[in-house]
């Protein structure tokens, strides 16, 4: 007697497919290669009699067919998951891997504390933490979450805030001693600003500042500039090159120990926002879940 239903890992291969973006892509999520996962698409095709999708050397599309599947079987995966929550649940402890982009600055101060958290309590889930300033593929390149800075521009994805992030402007107290502390933002202008240069423009990134209730963005000047990683002004301020305007949470240790002191403490009460992105087609699982409410629990 056949089985009724093993055809389900085509099933998961089509969706994937679908998710990714292409065979390749759907290959890489899910440790194949793309000639596997082109016979299981023919596979379930020959079984439904019908075309899925229309592939072209430079494209992927579904079909109406395709599209009326893919709905229906995203929902039947879905309850698969939820069967599988319920459980873990009620008997049985968190499990699975999860892979997450946050960029220098908060993966290196904040994310740390927030995932000690997560670890102690979940763990059997196994994290890849991937720290860069690149804006990674969700999908593409099969990612659960990222953090990302800033307003975010309509992509589609469902972001969670996680915070609104203090800014402040920070030199070496050696530096201070050199060249004396500005009194107001002309002042400021006299002095060694270093700069982060966004390398998607190659725009110097505004200073953000509070001035008499008002919103209030400064664009400073330097000979020295920084790219890629905002966390080298800081590096370059504490050794007495300058001024840099940074997140509290990456200064409070420096300023707790006098590594660096506070500059223009009247122009402060910006901030600029943190949110942990991820795409709505991605099934949740239960570690991923687990996650969401483990953050919103902390931050």
Known sequence: MSRKYDHLSDVETFVTVVERGSLTAAAVALSTTPSVVSRALARLEKRLGTQLLRRTTRSLGLTDAGSLYLEQTRTALCLIDDAERAVQAKGGEVTGRLRISAPTTYGHYRLPALLRQFAERYPAVRVELNITNRNVDLAAENFDFAIRQGVLKDSGMIARK??????????????????????????????????????????????????????????????????????????????????????????????????????????????????????????????????????????
């Open 162 to 299: 996680l915070e609104d992030a203090e800014l402040v402007l920070v030199c070496a107290p050696a530096y201070a001693k050199r060249r004396g502390l500005p009194r107001n933002l002309d002042a400021l202008a006299q002095h060694d600003c270093l700069t982060f240069q966004l390398p998607s423009t190659g725009r110097t990134f505004p200073w953000q500042f509070m001035r008499n209730g008002e919103e209030l963005d400064w664009p400073p000047e330097s000979a020295l500039q920084v790219t890629d990683d905002a966390l080298g002004t800081v590096s370059l301020a504490e050794a007495g090159l300058g001024i840099c305007q940074t997140f509290r949470f990456i200064a409070q240790d420096r300023l707790r120990r006098g590594v660096l002191v506070e500059v223009l403490p009247a122009l402060k009460g910006r901030s600029r926002p943190f949110s942990l992105l991820y795409t709505p087609q991605r099934r949740m699982t239960a570690a991923a879940r687990a996650l969401l409410t483990c953050l919103a629990e902390q931050v």
